[in-house]
């Protein structure tokens, strides 16, 4: 049984990653805590569908079509759909209607379905549209540029813009890198080191919050399906 994740990043301002991914005999994965929002497409014996996904906040067990073929988009943070607040979205979903096999609804309008090489194309249009925004505020701090604004404003719009604090985006952010490296066969020590974690237990404790996985799972390719590109084929 397998899931196998291609991810690439985007040279677009507004999309941070677009993946795809492929199901064979899996039935439910670990999904893993993520601070973007996306728009997913997918095919099961034919039958297309579509859906918003949210920022997920930890690990968890979910469903998997079985012989599904997804292609997914993750927007940058600070990005938002304009009629459905990100912070809605936190660990839920919203399915598209009438999705068929080369177009979806969204915003009162339909487009074209994205193939994995032209999805920046896509988004480029919903931008021009005025479907997906962003907060300035929100891309400026991410950027590493000081805001002029007080800090709780600061907080407060990052919040209404993502559904997270600056806090928990890090905090979410650094884990997905800790179970990447570690998956490519790097030392517990030496990702503690590079990521600033307190001792082991303080990764350890990171990993099952928001990967569900431990790192010795994640160097072995253990424990089922997981929603990461690590680079291999994680089987169960």
């Not at 099961?44 to 292609?71: K, N």
């Not at 193939?115 to 480029?124: C, I, K």
């Not at 404790?205 to 390719?221: E, I, K, P, W």
Request: hydrophobic fraction near 40%; include cysteine; aromatic fraction near 6%.
């Amino acid at each position: 049984m397998e899931l196998r994740f291609t991810t690439r990043a985007s040279d677009s301002a507004w999309v941070d990653t677009v993946w795809t991914c492929t199901s064979d005999r899996v039935t439910e994965m670990t999904s893993v805590a993520t601070p973007c929002w996306g728009l997913v497409f997918w095919q099961r014996d034919g039958q297309p569908y579509a859906s918003v996904s949210g920022p997920e906040t930890g690990a968890a067990v979910a469903p998997v079509p079985e012989g599904a073929v997804f292609v997914g988009i993750e927007f940058a943070v600070g990005t938002a759909l304009r009629f459905l607040p990100t912070p809605a979205l936190v660990d839920r979903g919203a399915a598209l209607p009438d999705a068929t096999r080369r177009t979806f609804w969204l915003g009162g309008d339909r487009w074209e379905t994205p193939r994995p090489d032209d999805a920046e194309a896509l988004v480029d249009r919903l931008v021009r549209a005025g479907v997906v925004v962003r907060d300035p505020l929100v891309t400026d701090v991410r950027r590493g540029r000081r805001p002029p604004a007080a800090p709780r404003t600061v907080e407060r719009r990052f919040r209404a813009a993502t559904g997270l604090t600056q806090g928990a985006v890090r905090q979410i952010e650094r884990v997905r890198e800790a179970a990447a490296l570690l998956a490519a066969g790097d030392p517990v020590a030496d990702v503690v080191n590079r990521l600033a974690y307190v001792d082991e237990p303080h990764l350890a404790r990171a990993l099952r919050r928001y990967v569900g996985r431990t790192a010795g799972q994640l160097r072995a390719g253990e424990h089922g399906a997981i929603a990461l590109d690590l680079g291999q084929r994680i089987t169960s």
